[in-house]
């Protein structure tokens, strides 16, 4: 059964540093792609970045590109978001998903939406003075 758990999300202020992490079971983290999504209250679900198997390639949406970096440790089984310079708009429940396709790449990542795939319970960010 296919378990993925985020951590690390909490309050910090505008500029600050935060480390989101996906405990994945239940499958072998590094024949897939994964990688995170966030919703902002009232607005839809954003792709925010991608890792695709093998750690071929990466899709970072372009508001966060230069500030996150997505990581994954195969050996922990678990995937990272590295949030810095983060911005009061970076506030939302960020989740982790991946697609569940062996071999994926992040091609159609930004697409993806439950119930297909496998989704996390989601970790809320805030960014606010």
């Known amino acids: 059964q296919v378990q993925l758990v985020e951590s690390g999300g909490g309050s910090v202020q505008p500029g600050g540093s935060l480390r989101l992490s996906c405990a994945a079971s239940?499958?072998?983290?590094?024949?897939?792609?994964i990688g995170w999504f966030r919703q902002a209250p009232g607005k839809g679900r954003e792709a925010v970045s991608c890792?695709?198997?093998?750690?071929?390639?990466?899709y970072y949406a372009d508001s966060v590109k230069g500030r996150f970096t997505i990581s994954r440790d195969n050996a922990k089984s678990t995937v990272y978001l590295q949030m810095n310079s983060l911005k009061p708009e970076d506030t939302a429940i960020y989740y982790c998903?991946?697609?569940?396709?062996?071999?994926?790449?992040?091609?159609?990542?930004?697409?993806?939406?439950?119930?297909?795939?496998?989704w996390g319970q989601g970790t809320q960010v805030t960014v606010s003075s």
């Open positions: 998903a991946t697609p569940g396709q062996p071999a994926g790449d992040c091609k159609d990542y930004s697409t993806l939406a439950p119930p297909f795939g496998s």
């Open positions: 890792l695709s198997s093998a750690d071929r390639s990466t």
């Open positions: 239940g499958f072998t983290l590094g024949y897939y792609a």
